[in-house]
Nanobody, 116 residues
Framework: QVQLVESGGGLVQAGESLRLSCAAS????????MGWYRQAPGKQRELVAS??????NYADSVKGRFTISRDNAKNTIYLQMNSLEPEDTAVYFC???????????WGQGTQVTVSS
């Protein structure tokens, strides 16, 4: 089974940018969906961005600031995060689906902390 490893998190100031990476141990050419989620302390995990062949979807709170993308040649999914806000502080997780009926595969998460 493919495994996912996130990286690129860190501590930044408000207004700065980060690019998160999600490296897969195998090919992601045939995935049907990919996504980034986040979980802040004491809160439920929430969708940040998702993409299928048909469309890309963003949480209202990140629209215009975050962009999800992929590089099949590198087996990597990205989340470009611009104009970061303290409210973006959370652990960020990526996931992929190879079939709609199967379970999503999750990474272990990467911490993003935005100071004001």
């Amino acid at each position: 089974q493919v495994q996912l490893v996130e990286s690129g998190g860190g501590l930044v100031q408000a207004g700065e940018s980060l690019r998160l990476s999600c490296a897969a141990s195998g090919s992601i050419v045939n995935i049907v969906a990919m996504g980034w989620y986040r979980q802040a302390p004491g809160k439920q995990r929430e969708l940040v961005a998702s993409a299928t062949v048909m469309r890309t979807n963003y949480a209202d709170s990140v629209k215009g600031r975050f962009t999800i993308s992929r590089d099949n040649a590198k087996n990597t999914i990205y989340l470009q995060m611009n104009s970061l806000e303290p409210e973006d502080t959370a652990v960020y997780f990526c996931n992929v689906r190879f079939t709609w009926s199967g379970s999503a595969i999750w990474g272990q998460g990467t911490q993003v902390t935005v100071s004001s």
